[in-house]
Nanobody, 122 residues
Framework: QVQLVESGGGLVQAGGSLRLSCAAS????????MHWFRQAPGKEREFVAA????????YYADSVKGRFTISRDNAKNTVYLQMNSLRPEDTAVYYC???????????????WGRGTLVTVSS
């Protein structure tokens, strides 16, 4: 089992920045590709970003490319999502997820955190 706990969400004005963190415990963190998904009210959960176990490869949804940066610190068992130039449409609950290999489909994830709410005001 892998336990994931997100933090760093909050209320921010459009154009602002937030950094989300996801702390992992349980099985070796470096075994997993780490992902961020988000779910806005009334919408399906969607892929945001992912990073391979070695941090060699990163992947982004087109909607966040150039604004968000995913990174990980295997020594701290933590993955981060730096979010810049935030827009009202980025408002959602953001979830951390783990899988041995990178995928964009939420149904393929093995482990999930409980999420952290990000609200971007206009």
């Amino acid at each position: 089992q892998v336990q994931l706990v997100e933090s760093g969400g909050g209320l921010v004005q459009a154009g602002g920045s937030l950094r989300l963190s996801c702390a992992a415990s349980g099985r070796p963190f470096s075994n997993y590709a780490m992902h961020w998904f988000r779910q806005a009210p009334g919408k399906e959960r969607e892929f945001v970003a992912a990073v391979s176990w070695s941090e060699y490869s990163t992947y982004y949804a087109d909607s966040v490319k150039g604004r968000f940066t995913i990174s990980r610190d295997n020594a701290k068992n933590t993955v981060y999502l730096q979010m810049n130039s935030l827009r009202p449409e980025d408002t959602a609950v953001y979830y951390c997820a783990a899988r041995t290999l990178y995928r964009r489909n939420a149904n393929d994830m093995d482990y999930w955190g409980r999420g952290t709410l990000v609200t971007v005001s206009s």
